[in-house]
């Protein structure tokens, strides 16, 4: 028996020094390091963020989050009487998120024309992957997959059920459902990002096709459809399947659910075609360039999401470091404390400052801002996603035995904190897809350099940073020192946002501890930083 406030009726608990649980919205405007990159939003778009940021953060959407993750989908592989099911099952948790996001626009909101649609997206799925990034990965695909298929003139029908915000989880064929998701099935065991040793075979059945083969990854199976890779006469070539045809399911067999380290509320699983009916997209041969433009655009969601993760880790971070005291003071009043999350929390803004950045350069359709976006957003996601890790463990640190145990969200943000690093290509294939675009695209190179140059007016020491670049890389590296030369220009890259949008103190500490004198692996150990006003854009919004 419990009396309020917690103390035993014997009298030996009460609790004390124990911050409640961070709750309330998730903030859009009101966060001070997002709100400089929204310039230009519609307005009906900043109050639709608004809205998604209230209900994100509720007690009852923090719940459910906890459920559908300790809830795991489950494979549902045949019926009582033998037949051929192939579903998997989700808790009503994971259904929620995806009703909330969808209404929200996080797939549709860059296609519908409004201004700044692009940065809307960018900022729901920052947003979302503070609570429950699981449910993240169907809606990135099929916002990716809108532009890929309409690169390709057709599939009306697929493409305005993947542009409803209706979210409808019933297993039924694409004409009766008011809103569809697509997903991608890609790679095979024996070639993971080398696509090109892909074994499915595609076989001509009139105008269709018919695939039968293996599919090592396939994330949200239980996705409408999906984009996928195939052996066909003329080469590898690329498809949509469906999940169902007109009067029964297709052949797709779904084989296991992957067990994964993180993720758990997404399935993610292994399956086999059996003679599945596809349609051709794009080229025959010509696969692998019709299945980037879907890549291209899941790539900045995967560069995005870990700014969210680090957000959502630093916010708890700071939150109980304000709330608990040690040693005679509260935790946030400890020298060393300060400086390890005000260390931590510029790595934030970094990820997040180059994430939204190229986010608005998706949004131009001019020829400069499309180059820029293929080579910032390889920038952006080999940036976060080497970051996200290490700042996710030491908020962890900050909470002790508090931060390790599942009553908390620090746990499950670092089961998650690797995973963007390995979707849509590893930190190797981003590096030297780099290489590659700045060696054979070179207005990618021109606009690249044209970014790092537009704020050198303003700052003698982002000058002398850029300058220092420069005499280190006359010219592109070899492929050893691919990993090298990404992190320096990420970093730069990332300096050149924040010395036009940040304040001062802020750009100036990354500038130094990051660029001029490399903290290396070592949050705190750097001299001494503007901590008051880094740890105040930490505070709730």
């Not at 609570?131 to 809108?146: D, F, K, N, R, S």
């Not at 499915?200 to 999906?226: I, N, Q, V, Y």
């Not at 399935?267 to 433009?293: H, M, P």
């Not at 709330?323 to 509260?330: D, Q, W």
Request: hydrophobic residues 45%.
């Amino acid at each position: 028996m419990t009396r309020p406030g917690g103390e035993t009726a014997l009298g030996t608990h009460e609790v004390e020094n124990q911050p409640l649980p961070l709750g309330g919205p998730v903030a859009a405007l009101g966060d001070a390091m997002l709100a400089p990159h929204l310039d230009g939003l519609a307005p009906a778009l900043a109050e639709g963020l608004e809205h998604y940021g209230q209900a994100l953060g509720s007690a009852e959407m923090r719940e459910a989050a906890r459920d559908c993750n300790r809830h795991p989908p489950e494979l549902a592989l045949f019926d009582r009487g033998g037949r051929r099911l192939d579903e998997v099952r989700f808790h009503p948790g994971y259904h929620r998120f995806m009703a909330l996001s969808q209404r929200a626009g996080y797939a549709a909101a860059a296609w519908e024309g409004a201004p700044g649609g692009h940065l809307a997206h960018a900022a729901m799925v920052y947003m979302a992957s503070q609570v429950e990034p699981g449910h993240c990965c169907p809606l990135t695909m099929t916002h990716a997959a809108i532009p890929a298929l309409a690169a390709q003139g057709g599939f009306p029908d697929w493409r305005q059920k993947l542009m409803s915000r209706h979210y409808d989880p019933a297993v039924a064929p694409l004409a009766q459902k008011g809103g569809a998701t697509l997903g991608m099935a890609l790679t095979e065991k024996q070639g993971g990002s080398d696509l090109r040793a892909n074994a499915a075979r595609a076989e001509r059945d009139g105008t269709d096709w018919r695939l039968s083969g293996h599919k090592w990854f396939c994330s949200a199976p239980m996705s409408d459809g999906f984009l996928t890779l195939a052996q066909a006469p003329g080469g590898l070539t690329c498809f949509l399947m469906p999940r169902w045809l007109e009067d029964r399911r297709n052949g797709l067999r779904i084989m296991r659910l992957k067990d994964k380290l993180g993720n758990r509320s997404n399935a993610s699983a292994e399956i086999e075609y059996d003679r599945a009916l596809a349609w051709q997209l794009g080229e025959e041969g010509r696969g692998v360039q019709a299945v980037i433009a879907m890549v291209h655009h899941t790539r900045l969601d995967t560069a995005l999401a870990p700014a969210g993760l680090m957000r959502a880790a630093l916010a708890e971070a700071h939150h109980w470091v304000s709330g608990r005291r040690a040693f005679g003071r509260r935790l946030a009043e400890q020298p060393l404390m300060r400086r390890v999350l005000a260390d931590l929390a510029l790595d934030l803004e970094g990820s997040l400052a180059l994430g939204m950045h190229v986010a608005a350069a998706f949004g131009r359709p001019d020829p400069e801002s499309q180059a820029f976006a293929r080579i910032g957003v390889a920038l952006a996601k080999y940036l976060s996603n080497k970051l996200c890790p290490l700042v996710v463990g030491e908020a962890m640190e900050a909470l002790g035995g508090s931060g390790y145990v599942e009553d908390g969200p620090l746990p499950m943000l670092w089961r998650e904190a690797p995973l963007n690093g390995i979707w849509e290509g590893s930190g190797n294939v981003i590096c030297l897809d780099i290489l590659r675009t700045l060696a054979k695209v070179p207005l990618a190179a021109e606009r690249l350099s044209a970014e790092l140059e537009a704020p050198a007016p303003l700052d003698p020491a982002y000058r002398r940073a850029l300058g220092a670049f420069r005499d280190r890389w006359p010219g592109l590296p070899g492929e050893a020192e691919a990993r090298s030369f990404a992190e320096h220009a990420a970093l730069l890259l990332a300096a050149s946002v924040l010395v036009r949008k940040a304040p001062p103190e802020i750009a100036g500490d990354f500038l130094r501890t990051r660029i001029e004198m490399p903290r290396g692996r070592l949050p705190g150990a750097v001299a001494g930083l503007a901590e008051a006003p880094i740890l105040a854009r930490l505070a709730p919004g």
